[in-house]
């Protein structure tokens, strides 16, 4: 009878999952996350795999990982982890299928080999989730609410908001901010040098409590100005910065004020730019 | 005028310049401050040109007393001008930095009164930055070119990196177009950063203050004057070597003044020229290529249907087909179609297990290109028996066409075409012909366009 393994979707419960299907010899198709944020109707299950619960032991997981760190090396083991938080479809059983060559031991120098074909596609996939995490350093966008608090909401691919944490407390050491994934429902509040995990069910509240300022709008001004009209290139900029992140970007978010754009005065006419020249020194003699 | 205005009038005015990196510097925020640096830099976002924006880009001031005819601030240009004041901009550089906007500032400015008083500007906004609200950010400052020694030593001490651009690759050019300026003026304060981080270099304590740890860069315009690849290759080249630069940048010409010394304001940027010169500082960057080994004086342009890598490997045939499994990091470098991350992963898998296409296949090496230049069983041997001349057609032939073609490219030509390529009027299709043995030249149909308006 094969089975689909019920876990609890962090590392760990992987973990404890693949040490009991050692330790039971489980006949294994598929992995099933249940994650808080999900509802049960949305996760896809296997008609014909019986669905299987396994609970977390931070006990088995530690066992685990040791004999990883012993066939392979730490590295292997931090990449697993980066890979499992790709929370791609499959994934569990992409790291399962490498751990069972792993520890089958019929090449004595399998953990050493970047380049077998088990561990190339998990490369791949941990660089991706790699790429988002530097995205994601410049990509969080701060909103400052009324109380002096930094607010951020993000939408990411792939569950990173934990390996970013460090960057911005290097960052910002002396700030009280909050970064919420608003996907996956939950947050991390820093204040006082600590950072404390939270639950956020309802992310709108908070970004009603911290709208854009003026200086979202300032900053929203000077980046319509930087782009160069003759060089405008849509698919470079999606490529780029792909659409996904729009959302929670004021600089691709907020609508575009054309009052004080000066970046097609060559499109304008000759008296325009002299109009607004006078208009301009004229403002210079006021504000002397 | 309001913070807003000047804003908007400063950021447009600094927008012309390229450098865009925030990388080379690694710090901890300041005790009491904020603000890092990230040795390998951060994009924050990308304009709608997709150019990436990392730091807040701006001029002190755009009120000139220069007159560069490429120039968009240039005193004879009617622009609104504007001036900050140091507080404004700091104020605004920390804001922004508070809500991850950037990663720190861009400052340049126009020559405003002479240079050292305008250096002394920029210096008091970085010093107050640094040393009054503890900025740990990354700063890049621009080396006025003519400021005195003493200012350019005090900039180093608070910049990340400096900078000072050449804009015209060449110095009779540039005098021409710039007649303020000359490559005597712009080395000079190059040469002097570089000698003084050279010095600083030698002391290893980590409590020492670092001079420009993120180094030095450089522009320059491409299509504003007649220089060929070759030479603007070799200029940068020299950079590299000497002024142990880390990135020089090229920026293709923006027609933005309508000036008889320059190329008609109609012009299109030369973006794929601009595109290609990149791939081939990539090459000597980051693929241990030589500046001569990608050009020299009898091809002087780089090819714009195929990169410089591909290019550099059908020259050189007798290096051809590489085995993978035994030939140097450096040959399989040279492959077309693999990259660092793939050489990289061959030099450290192949001790384990042999090299198949499947795994070149999974590691994303474009074997579309590669596999003509790779020794491997499985690639068939009929194509390591071709002759560059009938690659070439079968390299270009799967990409979509280069330039696009507009009404005006297909029309015959009413003026006599040069003698020597008479038949590229005619739009040829680039369709592969792998059986013809003749050499196949290279077949352009926008020739004899850019030669009338060359005329």
Redesign the interface.
Same mark, same amino acid.
């Given at each position: 009878m094969s089975l689909a393994i019920h876990y609890d979707s962090t590392f760990d419960g992987f973990l404890s999952a693949v040490f009991e299907i050692y330790r039971q010899h489980l006949d294994v198709t598929s992995f099933v996350a249940e994650r808080p944020y999900e509802a049960e109707h949305e996760v896809s299950s296997d008609l014909f795999a019986q669905p299987f619960h396994i609970e977390t032991s931070d006990e088995s997981a530690r066992r685990l990982k040791r004999a990883i760190t012993n066939a392979a090396s730490k590295d292997v083991l931090n990449l697993l982890e980066t890979c499992f938080r790709s929370e791609d479809a499959g994934i569990e059983m992409n790291i399962l299928a490498y751990l069972r060559k792993l520890f089958a031991g019929l090449?004595p120098? @399998?953990g050493?080999?970047? =380049?077998?074909?088990e561990m &190339?596609?998990l490369?791949?996939i941990a660089r991706s989730v790699r790429r988002e995490m530097?995205?994601m @350093?410049?990509?969080? !966008?701060?909103?400052?609410a009324p109380d002096g608090m @930094?607010v *951020?909401e993000i939408e990411p691919k792939y569950d990173i908001l934990e390996m970013i944490i460090g960057?911005?407390r290097? !960052? $910002?050491?002396?700030?009280t901010w909050a970064i919420i994934d608003v996907k996956r429902g939950f947050g991390v509040y820093y204040e006082n040098y600590k950072t404390h995990f939270v639950t956020v069910p309802d992310p709108s509240y908070i970004s009603a409590h911290a709208p854009p300022d003026e200086?979202?709008?300032?900053?929203k001004? $000077? $980046?319509?100005?930087? *782009?160069?009209k003759?060089?405008?290139?849509?698919? %470079?900029?999606r !490529?780029?910065?792909p659409v996904r992140y729009w959302k929670h %970007?004021p600089?691709?978010s907020l609508p575009s004020q054309t009052l004080?754009? !000066?970046?097609d005065?060559?499109l304008q006419l000759?008296s325009t &730019? *002299?109009k =607004?020249?006078a208009v301009?020194s004229l403002?210079?003699k006021q504000?002397n | 005028m309001d913070l807003r205005e000047k804003l908007n009038i400063l950021g447009d005015a600094a927008k012309y310049d390229v450098s865009c990196s925030s990388s080379g510097s690694k710090r901890n925020s300041p005790k009491g401050g904020m603000g890092c640096g990230h040795s390998s830099g951060i994009c924050h976002t990308w304009s709608a040109d997709g150019r990436c924006i990392s730091l807040l880009k701006v001029l002190f001031s755009n009120a000139c007393k220069y007159d560069c005819a490429y120039c968009v601030n240039r005193r004879s240009n009617d622009v609104p001008r504007a001036t900050f004041t140091p507080k404004e901009l700091i104020n605004l550089t920390l804001e922004f930095y508070r809500r991850n906007y950037i990663e720190g500032l861009f400052l340049s400015s126009a020559v405003i009164g002479t240079p050292d008083y305008t250096m002394e500007l920029l210096i008091k906004v970085a010093k107050e930055l640094r040393l009054v609200h503890h900025f740990g950010g990354y700063i890049h400052l621009k080396a006025i070119p003519g400021a005195s020694s003493r200012l350019l030593f005090e900039a180093g001490l608070y910049a990340d990196r400096s900078s000072v651009n050449i804009e015209i690759p060449s110095d009779k050019q540039l005098q021409y177009l710039a007649p303020e300026k000359n490559f005597a003026s712009i080395y000079r304060p190059m040469n002097f950063l570089a000698e003084r981080k050279l010095e600083y270099k030698t002391d290893k304590s980590k409590y020492s203050p670092k001079f420009l740890p993120a180094g030095q860069s450089t522009q320059m315009i491409v299509g504003a004057s007649g220089e060929t690849d070759f030479q603007i290759l070799t200029l940068s080249a020299g950079f590299y070597k000497q002024q142990q630069m880390k990135r020089v940048y090229f920026s293709g010409y923006v027609p933005i003044n309508a000036d008889k010394r320059l190329p008609v304001i109609t012009t299109k940027p030369p973006l794929l020229r601009e595109h290609r010169l990149y791939q081939a500082d990539w090459l000597m960057r980051f693929y241990k290529f030589e500046y001569n080994e990608i050009l020299d004086e009898k091809n002087p342009f780089l090819d714009p249907d195929l990169d410089p890598k591909v290019m550099w490997a059908l020259r050189h045939p007798e290096c051809f087909p590489v085995d993978l499994q035994t030939a140097d990091y450096e040959m399989i470098l040279r492959v077309p179609g693999i990259g660092v991350r793939s050489a990289q992963l061959i030099v450290s898998g192949r001790r384990y297990s042999k090299i198949r296409l499947e795994h070149l296949k999974k590691m994303g090496v474009v074997l579309k290109r590669a596999k003509y230049f790779i020794y491997n069983n499985e690639v068939p041997r009929e194509l390591h028996r071709l002759y560059p001349e009938m690659i070439r057609p079968l390299l270009i032939a799967g990409k979509p066409k280069s330039d696009q073609l507009d009404l005006f490219d297909s029309m015959p030509v009413a003026l006599p075409a040069p003698a020597n390529n008479t038949q590229t009027a005619m739009p040829l299709p680039r369709i592969a012909q792998p059986t013809s043995a003749l050499p196949i030249t290279r077949i352009a149909p926008s020739t004899p366009t850019l030669s009338i308006a060359n005329n």
């Open positions: 090449d120098n @399998y050493k080999n970047p =380049s077998s074909l &190339i596609p490369i791949t530097d995205n @350093y410049g990509m969080v !966008r701060f909103n400052k @930094y *951020a960057h911005f290097c !960052r $910002y050491p002396n700030g200086f979202t709008r300032m900053w001004s $000077y $980046y319509d100005t930087m *782009a160069i003759e060089r405008i290139n849509p698919r %470079l900029l !490529r780029c910065l %970007l600089e691709r004080g754009n !000066r970046g005065s060559r000759p &730019i *002299a =607004s020249n301009a403002m210079l504000s | -």
